[in-house]
């Protein structure tokens, strides 16, 4: 079999990303990390919301589905219910994942349904010129703000810990290697993988000298096992850490699900329960 490469997973469609979006970085991190990992692109299905970075089905030749607004979890996590043995890529924007959708950040999470999650966190609403996000920091002066926020931004990896997922990461485009790597990983994890990916939107909120200044890899003695650190940790501003935060394993919920099937035909509800339990 001929090995795998990065442009295997290039559709035909060009992105119409702006030149310099960190979308770009993504896309081609997520690509690498697949060809890296020998998985072939049809074993592979990505599904989005809306938004420039919900774009991203169209731009990889593997299955997509580009949904609704805030909707790429409920898509994905019945995509891999459907078909286990798919690997399984929800993508959007931190409006996308934290606004309208953020009920489904949740509930994926505690399910360790097993998916990788990527968003491409620009603190910005790119596709609909730039209003603020959950992201956004307080203060920030756009048009539809032109006072500044009120609110105080979201942290979703400190978020994704509480919720409890089993693999939480922050990665920055602007560090390409890292980023393939912590995609890479996070492919392999099996159960709920979330990567908060800064993505600058270099047209409404430029900020990639921001983060070059001030991020930083967590420290190399840096536990994945340990929520208490990997919490205290995704609470620092300056520096803001990159990497894995938190990785362990977890029930996996289509792993249960199989094992509720197979055991379904001779057993009462209590017992099916006990079993999904286990
Ligand atoms: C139900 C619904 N509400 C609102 C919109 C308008 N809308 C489209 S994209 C978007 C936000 C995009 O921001 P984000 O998810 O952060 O993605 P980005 O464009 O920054 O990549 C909004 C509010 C929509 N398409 N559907
Ligand atoms: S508007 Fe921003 S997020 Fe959208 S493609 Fe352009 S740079 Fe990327």
Redesign the pocket.
Known sequence: MTKLKASHYRSSVKPIWCPGCGDFAVLSSLMRALANLGIPPEQVAVASG?????RFPAFIRTYGFHG??GRPLPLATGIKLGNPALTVVAV?????GFS?GGGHFPHAARRDIELTYLV?D?S?????KGQP?PTSPQGTKRKASPYGSLEAPLNPVLMALAYGATFVARAFSGQVKQLTAIIEAALQHPGFAFVDILSP?VTFFDTYDHYRRITQPLPDDHDPADLAAAMTRAQSVEPLYLGIFRQVEGPGYARRMAKLQEAAPEMTLDALMAAFRR
């Not at 809306?50 to 919900?54: F, L, N, Q």
């Open positions: 809306i938004g420039c970075s919900s609704i607004h959007g924007g931190d409006g996308d309208i491409m620009n910005i609403y790119g596709m609909t996000s939107c």
